[in-house]
């Protein structure tokens, strides 16, 4: 646990723009926290250990953002499990089935509701907007009674002014919390959470008047959800809220933060209510921003926060141009303050501690730590002039040239081949029946075939083989051959169970984007690089840096391996271009379309390679594509456009004869549907147990000619389902789909299954395609 510093005299004040954020990660430089967590789920750790490593790592933080310069610490945002979860226990939205284990323990019933117990389920996770973090989504009904409970946001404001800090407590706000809800179990489906507003407020209210109270001068209120498409009703609720709260009379100072986005419809709103500050995203799509707040007339009498610097990705700021864009918001605020566009949740720590990349790339990041330093040599700037940071410019420029001048990010050889990609290359050569008689012909399948997504069971011996690895205690050679011997056994059994496509199992995969982007040039890796993704689960997502190119085939010995064990065709199996982009830090150097297609070039020549080695069939996977979906809707078009785009082009230099696959999961596919048929793919598979097979309708609804494989069977549970429901469900796709263009396969990969249950669930799932081919 690190240790910080005593506590420090009060902070002299700043005249002028101030430096903030919104949030920071609240992990602890060596994931502390997770380790205090578990160790505690684990019972090594008491819960007054667990508080006490929470306030130290909160000590530390705002001490860092002190020492970075940072003039306004943000608290609250600090939580030990999901910031949503935190904002459920504070306005008392507890659902009825946790109520006695959190009245018995608030600890143990926070936990519960974030994961449940051996008999309550767990509220439902879900992505946060679009980044990669996830939320516990807040269950709300008619009878929900709120009450305050303002004792953590109350006790770390009183914690950090303790500390000598002046501290904004954050809280999300209102309508964000509402139109995050989803109707509790039980109640009706069309339930609208927002109709709860009114019963909200007077306890937004108390919130608000304790932070008063406790010594708040200024409270901020996170309202992302303004970012995107709102109705007018609800764009209505929004200023109802801000008017009631605003009219409170012993409140603190109310600065409305909305970030990911521009907030449209929603500024006039917040520039007309009666709170002190707004909050508005200048990165991305939240540029627009400016404009949009030229034409309301800027925000008069109001405080402006000016996200300039991206907190979602992990790059350096181009501080000259956001010196620019700051000079401008001057005239349109009666006050300018800067930050970052979002809350540092969603990047990793500190840069500096990256030694093993080539320092001369590693001054083209800046993670959580050398964000807050940009922001607070912005504030200066803007307080002081540019000739204050002439030197921090200096750098900047200098930084800001070796990247744009560098060898990784400018390979002429990608730019040639990208720039030579025709519209052509994106078709397939034949159109879809000739090249489903063809794949017919020579795949020689029955009705119904049976496959999987193409993960196995990871097992402990699997992950053992891999650290073993790392560490050196065993060589490659015995890797390899580990993992081979992963690959007969999956074969041997998927041969023992009756499947028709077969997979190899992706023992040798540690990620299905990490994998491909250690194998790609233009990819680099962190070492520290962790971020949040729930809980206590952290990721280290690859940056996409440079340009992207194969130095050699990625999966072509292990296909061949695993064909050559078998006479029943095995898949070729892959990463697609939205997926490989989604799941990493992508360049901002230049539109994420260009990127995507040069990670879809060298997908393509993987594609061609494994067609060349023999597979017949080759999978291609999309779990991200909806997931990227822009946040308002004008802006899909154009991201549709482009993400289908890159995965045609990395599927479609194949023979008629070759059956190109692709899968999705975790979706409202509703939005994509016209997506998910440009993609071209002759089969594809996705999630669908739990939802029984609606997608299959809604497919058909949209008139989808080509192979569909709706999941009939949950993965994302241990539980095995019988042959007979199987066999339902795909009687129920069968009423959507006809049985010449079925597949019979699980919802996803099964690597976070174990091997009992997978087996005893391949097993029903193979006989139930049997019972319902009899059928036929
Ligand atoms: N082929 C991958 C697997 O089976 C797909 C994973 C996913 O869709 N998230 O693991
Ligand atoms: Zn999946």
């Keep these: ?297 800027g925000l008069p009498g109001k405080r402006l926060v000016a996200g300039v610097v991206d907190g979602r990705n992990v790059w350096i700021n181009n501080l000259e141009r956001s010196l620019v864009t700051l000079a401008t918001l001057l005239g349109l605020a009666d006050r300018v303050d800067v930050a970052a566009s979002c809350s540092l949740l969603h990047v990793p720590l500190d840069a500096d501690r990256e030694r093993e990349l080539d320092p001369q790339v590693a001054r083209w990041f800046a993670f959580a730590r050398q964000k807050s330093a940009e922001i607070t040599i912005l504030a200066r700037g803007l307080r002081e002039g540019a000739t204050a940071i002439t030197a921090e410019l200096a750098a900047n420029r200098a930084d800001l040239a070796s990247r744009a001048g560098s060898a990784l990010t400018h390979d002429p050889a990608v730019r040639a081949r990208t720039a ?20 017919r012909a020579r795949l020689g399948l029955p009705l119904l075939p049976t496959t999987t997504i193409g993960s196995f069971p990871q097992t402990t011996e699997l992950r053992t083989a891999r650290a073993d690895l790392r560490t050196g205690r065993i060589d490659s050679d015995a890797y390899q051959e580990r993992m081979r011997a992963e690959v007969r056994e999956v074969i041997a059994y998927q041969e023992e169970a009756g499947l028709d496509v077969l997979v190899h199992g992706e023992p040798e995969r540690n990620d299905m984007v990490q994998y491909f982007a250690e194998q790609l040039t233009g990819y680099l890796a962190t070492r520290h690089g962790w971020v949040q993704s729930y809980g206590t689960r952290y990721v280290r997502p690859p940056v996409l840096a440079g340009d992207i190119s194969r130095p050699h085939p990625m999966t072509t010995q292990w296909f061949r391996y695993a064909q050559s064990l078998t006479d029943r065709p095995v898949k070729g199996m892959l990463t697609g271009p939205v997926t490989m982009l989604a799941w990493s830090f992508v360049r901002d150097d230049q539109p994420l379309a260009d990127t995507a297609r040069q990670v879809a070039l060298a997908l393509r020549e993987e594609v061609t390679d494994l067609e060349a080695v023999g597979a017949a069939v080759i999978q291609v996977d999309e779990p991200a594509l909806r997931e990227t979906l822009p946040l308002r809707a004008a802006a899909r078009p154009a991201y549709l456009d482009w993400a289908t785009e890159a995965f045609r082009l990395t599927t479609s230099g194949v023979r008629a004869d070759t059956q190109i696959h692709t899968h999705m999961c975790y979706a409202e596919f509703g939005a994509i549907m016209t997506a998910i048929d440009d993609l071209d793919a002759d089969v594809i598979s996705l ?64 690597k976070t299954r174990g091997w009992p249950e997978t087996r005893a669930s391949l097993d029903h799932l193979v006989a139930a395609a049997r019972e319902v081919r009899a059928e036929l």
């Design 687 to 750: 999630e669908a147990a739990r939802s029984h097979m609606q997608v299959a309708h809604e497919l058909a609804d949209a008139g989808y000619p080509r192979e569909v494989g709706p999941g009939v069977y949950d993965i994302h549970s241990p539980r095995v389902p019988s042959t007979a429901e199987a066999a339902a469900l795909l009687r129920a796709a069968l009423a959507a789909i006809p049985a010449q263009r079925l597949w019979v396969n699980p919802d996803c990969g099964l």
């Design 1 to 297: 646990m690190a240790t910080s510093s005593t506590a420090t005299a009060p902070q002299a004040t700043v005249h002028g723009p101030q430096a903030t954020v919104y949030g920071y990660p609240r992990q602890g430089p060596n994931r502390e926290l997770k380790k205090a967590i578990e160790g505690y789920w684990a019972g090594r750790v008491s819960a007054s250990a667990l508080h006490d490593s929470a306030a130290g790592l909160r000590r530390d933080t705002w001490q860092r953002l002190a020492d970075a310069g940072l003039t306004e610490i943000p608290t609250g945002d600090f939580s030990l499990y999901d910031h949503v979860l935190d904002t459920t226990v504070a306005v008392g939205a507890i659902p009825a089935r946790h109520r006695a284990a959190v009245d018995a323990d608030p600890l143990d019933g926070y936990f519960a509701m974030a994961r449940g117990t051996q008999d309550v389920a767990p509220l439902e996770m879900t992505k946060w907007f679009d980044t990669n973090y996830h939320y516990l989504v807040p269950e709300l009904g008619p009878d929900t009674a709120f009450a305050a409970n303002p004792a953590k946001a109350v006790g770390e404001l009183r914690e950090a002014l303790a500390l000598g800090h002046r501290a904004r407590p954050v809280l999300l706000g209102p309508i964000s919390y509402l139109l995050l809800a989803k109707p509790a179990p039980g109640v009706a489906e069309d339930f609208q959470p927002i109709t709860l507003l009114d019963r909200l407020l007077p306890v937004y209210a108390q919130l608000l008047t304790a932070l008063r109270a406790a010594g708040a001068e200024w409270v901020q209120l996170d309202e992302p959800v303004l970012v995107q498409d709102r109705t007018p009703a609800e764009l209505n609720a929004t200023a109802r809220a801000l008017r009631e709260l605003g009219a409170l009379t012993e409140r603190p100072k109310l600065l409305v933060a909305t970030y990911f986005d521009r907030a449209g419809e929603a500024l006039p709103v917040l520039a007309k209510a009666p709170i002190e500050g707004v909050g508005l995203d200048f990165t991305g799509p939240g540029a627009a921003n400016l404009d949009d707040l030229a034409a309301v007339g």
């Design 420 to 439: 030579a990609v025709t519209e052509a290359d994106a078709r397939r050569a034949q159109p879809y029946p000739e090249r489903a008689a063809a794949q």
